[in-house]
Protein backbone atom coordinates (compact mmCIF):
# COMPACT_ATOMS: atom_id res chain seq x y z
CA UNK A 1 0.00 0.00 0.00
CA UNK A 2 1.56 3.69 -1.16
CA UNK A 3 0.07 6.83 0.50
CA UNK A 4 0.98 9.73 -1.90
CA UNK A 5 2.26 13.28 0.29
CA UNK A 6 2.81 16.35 -0.97
CA UNK A 7 6.68 17.12 -0.95
CA UNK A 8 4.95 20.93 0.72
CA UNK A 9 2.28 20.62 3.00
CA UNK A 10 1.13 23.78 1.92
CA UNK A 11 0.62 23.29 -1.25
CA UNK A 12 -2.31 20.92 -0.09
CA UNK A 13 -5.87 21.90 -1.64
CA UNK A 14 -8.81 20.03 -0.29
CA UNK A 15 -11.54 19.71 -2.96
CA UNK A 16 -15.27 19.52 -2.04
CA UNK A 17 -17.28 19.54 -5.16
CA UNK A 18 -16.78 18.29 -8.40
CA UNK A 19 -12.58 18.71 -8.03
CA UNK A 20 -13.02 22.08 -7.15
CA UNK A 21 -12.22 23.26 -3.26
CA UNK A 22 -15.10 25.21 -1.78
CA UNK A 23 -13.13 28.79 -2.40
CA UNK A 24 -13.42 27.55 -6.08
CA UNK A 25 -16.95 26.20 -6.23
CA UNK A 26 -18.54 29.24 -4.32
CA UNK A 27 -16.90 31.69 -7.32
CA UNK A 28 -18.10 29.13 -10.27
CA UNK A 29 -21.27 29.31 -8.56
CA UNK A 30 -21.19 33.48 -8.07
CA UNK A 31 -20.29 33.48 -11.74
CA UNK A 32 -23.11 31.34 -13.24
CA UNK A 33 -25.76 33.28 -10.84
CA UNK A 34 -23.65 36.73 -12.62
CA UNK A 35 -23.97 35.85 -15.77
CA UNK A 36 -27.78 33.98 -16.01
CA UNK A 37 -28.85 37.79 -13.73
CA UNK A 38 -27.39 39.96 -16.41
CA UNK A 39 -28.34 37.54 -19.38
CA UNK A 40 -32.28 37.87 -18.13
CA UNK A 41 -32.13 41.29 -17.70
CA UNK A 42 -30.38 42.06 -20.96
CA UNK A 43 -32.07 39.75 -23.57
CA UNK A 44 -34.52 41.78 -24.14
CA UNK A 45 -32.81 45.45 -24.51
CA UNK A 46 -29.53 44.08 -26.52
CA UNK A 47 -31.22 41.10 -27.91
CA UNK A 48 -30.14 37.35 -27.16
CA UNK A 49 -26.76 37.10 -28.88
CA UNK A 50 -25.29 40.67 -27.36
CA UNK A 51 -26.47 39.75 -24.10
CA UNK A 52 -25.12 36.66 -24.03
CA UNK A 53 -21.58 37.78 -24.41
CA UNK A 54 -22.13 40.42 -22.26
CA UNK A 55 -23.26 38.24 -19.53
CA UNK A 56 -19.30 36.21 -20.22
CA UNK A 57 -17.75 39.57 -19.92
CA UNK A 58 -19.85 40.14 -16.61
CA UNK A 59 -18.97 36.49 -15.29
CA UNK A 60 -15.18 36.29 -16.22
CA UNK A 61 -13.80 38.28 -13.05
CA UNK A 62 -15.66 36.30 -10.78
CA UNK A 63 -15.18 32.84 -12.31
CA UNK A 64 -11.42 34.00 -12.31
CA UNK A 65 -11.07 35.13 -8.79
CA UNK A 66 -11.75 31.62 -7.43
CA UNK A 67 -8.95 29.82 -9.42
CA UNK A 68 -6.03 32.96 -9.22
CA UNK A 69 -3.19 32.40 -7.29
CA UNK A 70 0.11 34.83 -7.34
CA UNK A 71 3.15 34.10 -5.00
CA UNK A 72 0.74 32.57 -3.07
CA UNK A 73 -2.04 34.90 -2.52
CA UNK A 74 -5.42 34.44 -3.55
CA UNK A 75 -7.01 37.20 -5.75
CA UNK A 76 -8.49 39.89 -3.08
CA UNK A 77 -4.98 39.52 -1.56
CA UNK A 78 -2.99 40.28 -4.80
CA UNK A 79 -5.64 43.24 -5.80
CA UNK A 80 -4.86 44.58 -2.06
CA UNK A 81 -1.33 44.19 -2.47
CA UNK A 82 -1.05 45.99 -5.79
CA UNK A 83 -3.43 48.61 -4.65
CA UNK A 84 -1.42 49.78 -2.01
CA UNK A 85 1.87 49.86 -3.99
CA UNK A 86 0.21 51.40 -6.61
CA UNK A 87 -1.71 53.92 -5.16
CA UNK A 88 -1.75 54.47 -1.63
CA UNK A 89 1.73 54.19 -0.72
CA UNK A 90 3.36 55.36 -3.85
CA UNK A 91 5.71 57.57 -2.92
CA UNK A 92 9.53 58.47 -2.87
CA UNK A 93 11.35 56.13 -1.26
CA UNK A 94 14.97 57.34 0.14
CA UNK A 95 17.76 55.74 1.88
CA UNK A 96 19.49 57.69 4.71
CA UNK A 97 22.47 55.38 6.28
CA UNK A 98 23.15 56.06 9.98
CA UNK A 99 26.55 55.19 11.25
CA UNK A 100 25.26 53.63 14.88
CA UNK A 101 29.13 52.97 15.89
CA UNK A 102 29.83 56.64 15.47
CA UNK A 103 27.01 58.11 16.93
CA UNK A 104 27.16 55.63 20.23
CA UNK A 105 31.03 56.99 20.71
CA UNK A 106 29.53 60.55 20.37
CA UNK A 107 29.60 61.45 16.94
CA UNK A 108 27.48 62.21 14.73
CA UNK A 109 26.67 59.62 12.76
CA UNK A 110 23.92 60.92 10.14
CA UNK A 111 24.25 61.40 6.26
CA UNK A 112 23.81 65.32 6.65
CA UNK A 113 26.40 65.64 9.34
CA UNK A 114 28.19 68.60 7.59
Not at 53 to 82: D, H, K, M, S, T
Request: hydrophobic residues 50%.
Amino acid sequence: MEIKINKEVRQHRETLFFGLSARQFFCSVLAVGMAVGVYFLLKNVLGQETASWVCIVAAAPLAVAGFFRYNGLAFEQFAWAWLKSQFLCNRPRTFQSENIYLRAIGGKGGMNDD
